[in-house]
């Protein structure tokens, strides 16, 4: 096959349900006392079913019980609670929006560029906001600190500069955000070698699991005739009735069909991230599977914990080695347990086949062996043997052709079926904790008839302009294509 015909075949493949034996994330390896909940039925009828329970379904249910008096919930999860990508991910609570600024810009003018750079600065102190409310900052070991960001050659440093410069220009209350580090600076300051320079800015790491379960847990508390999670609960296929759905309390016009049989509800919102094409077939290739690898590594004390002070991002440009075929996608990401001295090291050395793929029931060997080898000699060691390797997984993130996230109501063309009760929020391209509880809040707000558009950043919509242009699948062939 061609490689452009093996890319189309993966990205427009049903990503299925999510896989019933995940790899074991260190985030859940102490699960949460509501993992396995649900009801002893399965509820009949709901004003509104939320199929995912990760931070985009907590965030879209919060709201919609804050938000409306009466409404009733419920939501589906295929597996135990939070145990998709926000309970498999890295911890940084870091915006990229500033080295995508001048991309940004470019696409969709110096307004729009600004408010996604507003809006993802904005959702990250919503997170911190969220924690202190919950009384979750022990317990989710949140660390606020300044983020690293080094480039590994000058090429790549050299784009970033540009782009924080034009991110400047355009928007002078920004200046400071990022304070620019040469190379020396990043060695002799930070201790990491090998770099072309480096830019701070501020940050934050966080035990995501553990915040979810809190606040999913709180809202059982506040909301218990209102709110139910049925985990273990996959949801199969939807379907569009047509009984008539009334504002709230009326039958529900969709029936979901679940393991556990099925449920009514008025409106459907999709929480599903990677796996959004399983059940919105429109959407394949659209919004794709990318299998991310995490490792935690404990140094052992061979250096200083810097766990509260920062967090840290490798950038480099994507490569494909001819020999095996493997890409290293541009980045590493790098945390540090201020508690243990643990390091939470995650980043993509994979062929394209494993990494547009939505099976995250095992680890490849060679991407933890490569994270394994890469992580010391930041640090300027050459050991000859690996730091000790506490754990390693997978988790299935979900991507889109324009690099955005996508936020609205869902079109009959995208369902495959009738009926205008369907809503997602998902494809936040590995950036969730910059975008994800805002654009569920903004969701929910949209579902109640509010009008969002002063602050959700509308190049996140599915407006007919964006589907027809941006969100295309030969964008997202081209996009991975750059990378072979
Ligand atoms: C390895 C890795 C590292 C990452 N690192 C970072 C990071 O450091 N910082 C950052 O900002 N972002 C990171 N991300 C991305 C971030 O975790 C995600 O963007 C974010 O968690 C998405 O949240 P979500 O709720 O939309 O999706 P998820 O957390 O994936 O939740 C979706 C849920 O839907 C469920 N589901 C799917 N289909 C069905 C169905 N048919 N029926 C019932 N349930 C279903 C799934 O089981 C899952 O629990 C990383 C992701 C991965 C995988």
Request: proline fraction near 5%; aromatic fraction near 8%; charged fraction near 20%.
């Amino acid at each position: 096959m061609a490689p452009n015909d093996s890319v189309f075949s993966l990205i427009v493949a049903d990503p299925g349900l999510p896989r019933s034996n995940p790899t074991q994330s260190y985030w859940q390896h102490i699960p949460h006392a509501l993992a396995d909940i649900q009801s002893p039925d399965l509820p009949a009828n709901r004003d509104f079913a939320v199929i995912g329970s990760g931070i985009t379904g907590l965030a879209v249910t919060k709201t919609l019980l804050e938000r409306h008096s009466t409404a009733t919930v419920t939501v589906l999860e295929a597996r135990t609670l939070c145990s998709g990508a926000t309970g498999r991910n890295g911890g940084q609570m870091a915006a990229n929006a500033g080295e995508q600024y001048l991309n940004l810009a470019e696409t969709h003018g110096a307004e729009t560029a600004g408010k996604i750079v507003d809006f993802t600065f904005r959702n990250l102190e919503k997170m911190q906001e969220l924690i202190k409310e919950y009384e979750v900052v022990e317990l989710s070991e949140l660390q606020n600190l300044r983020k690293l960001r080094v480039f590994l050659t000058q090429g790549k440093f050299d784009d970033f500069k540009k782009s924080i410069a034009r991110l400047e220009a355009d928007h002078p209350s920004r200046r400071g955000l990022y304070t620019i580090l040469d190379a020396d600076a990043v060695v002799k300051e930070h201790g990491i070698h090998g770099t072309s320079g480096g830019a701070l800015l501020p940050a934050g790491t966080v035990w995501p699991y553990r915040l979810v379960t809190k606040v999913f847990s709180a809202l059982l508390e506040k909301y218990p005739g209102r709110l139910t999670i049925e985990t273990h609960t996959p949801v199969e296929s939807i379907e569009h009735t047509s009984i008539r759905a009334s504002p709230i309390t009326a039958i529900g016009s969709y029936v979901l069909r679940t393991s556990r049989g099925p449920l009514r509800a008025s409106a459907v919102v999709h929480c599903t991230n990677g796996y959004s094409g399983h059940l919105v077939p429109g959407l394949r290739g659209l919004v794709y599977p990318f299998k991310g690898t995490m490792t935690v590594q404990d140094p052992e004390n061979s250096v200083p914990n810097q766990g509260t002070a920062i967090s840290w991002g490798f950038h480099y440009p994507p490569s494909c080695d001819p020999e095996t075929k493997r890409i290293g996608y541009g980045l590493y990401y790098l945390g540090q347990s201020a508690k243990t001295g643990y390091f939470y090291f995650g980043g993509e050395n994979a062929r394209i086949d494993e990494s547009v793929s939505a099976d995250d029931s095992f680890v490849a060997e060679h991407s933890v062996v490569h994270l394994q080898s890469v992580l010391p000699r930041f640090f300027g060691k050459n050991v000859r043997s690996n730091w000790r390797l506490i754990s390693a997984w997978s988790g299935i993130m979900g991507y889109s052709p324009d690099g955005l996230p996508i936020v609205g109501q869902l079109s009959c063309k995208l369902t495959e079926r009738k009926g205008d009760g369907e809503w997602i929020a998902a494809a936040f391209n590995g950036y969730g904790m910059a975008n994800s509880l805002l654009s569920g809040e903004a969701l929910g707000l949209m579902i109640l008839g509010e009008d969002v558009s002063s602050w959700l950043p509308m190049a996140y919509g599915l407006g007919e302009r964006r589907l027809r242009e941006a969100l295309t699948i030969p964008k997202a062939i081209s996009a991975l294509n750059s990378k072979l």
